[in-house]
């Protein structure tokens, strides 16, 4: 069983967990750590210290609506999770990651621009 990296609790929601197969747990957010434990499995969680986050990116909808973020870590990747009420967790988590390394994630449009507008200056680098 897992052993909590946290000595106060702040913070406590139902969420999903997209590391591999989906699973569904809770979240919780301390004075330590960011831990997800998995409702099914003991043995399936993820603990991040605080201070190896290296900024969370929320995918928003309509300029309203969270629906999901992700976790990018200084040296183990990222992870995306999903809750219940993902505004109020950012909210909860803005006390221990500075606001500056919270980002809104590009749009699906934003992204295929993007991709467009790198096409079309290859293209015209390969065509000079």
Known sequence: MAQS??????????????LGLNSVGKIMI???????????????YIQIPWEEIDYISASVLFNKWIDRFVIFT????HYSFSARKNKE???????YVSEDRMFKSLSFFQVIGRGLKALLHIGKKAAD
């Open 30 to 44: 301390g004075d330590k750590a960011f831990e997800y434990y998995n409702d099914r499995n003991v043995e399936d």
């Open 74 to 77: 200084k040296r183990n990747g």
């Open 5 to 18: 990296q946290n000595t106060k609790v702040d913070y406590v929601v139902k969420a999903s967990s997209f």
């Open 89 to 95: 967790l950012l909210r909860a988590m803005r006390k």
